[in-house]
């Protein structure tokens, strides 16, 4: 599987982006998939998962309430929807793909695209 991660850019506190990654290869569907980030000077954190079909979904205490994760598998595709932006967010954000949901390095990752959020 190749994920190809995009949608990144310059925002303002309080606005919007989504994020998305797309993918190819094997059966999309097969793997749930996750998103996550890393601040600079700060370890890659955990953002939020969603599961093969789309029917769970998991966030972070920090973006729960803002952030949508979802899925649409005949597009091979899975979207972050990122609602009130805050400067914390500002972030290179990583999608990648798991027949586990375990996320292990050795699983598949996206290149990331940088989300940066100005006060």
């Known amino acids: 599987v190749q994920l190809q991660a995009s949608g990144g850019g310059l925002v303002q506190a309080g606005d919007s982006l989504r994020l998305s990654c797309a993918a190819s290869g094997r059966t999309f569907s097969s793997y749930a998939v996750g998103w996550f980030r890393q601040a600079p000077g700060k370890e890659r954190e955990f953002v939020s998962r969603?599961?093969?079909?789309?029917?769970?979904?998991f966030y972070s205490d920090s973006v729960k309430g803002r952030f949508t994760i979802s899925r649409d598998n005949a597009k091979n595709t899975v979207y972050l929807q990122m609602n009130n932006l805050k400067p914390e967010d500002t972030a290179v954000y990583y999608c990648?793909?798991?027949?586990?949901?375990?996320?292990?390095?050795?699983?598949?990752w996206g290149q990331g695209t940088l989300v940066t959020v100005s006060s």
């Open positions: 969603i599961s093969r079909s789309g029917g769970s979904t």
């Open positions: 990648a793909a798991s027949a586990t949901a375990v996320f292990k390095s050795s699983d598949y």
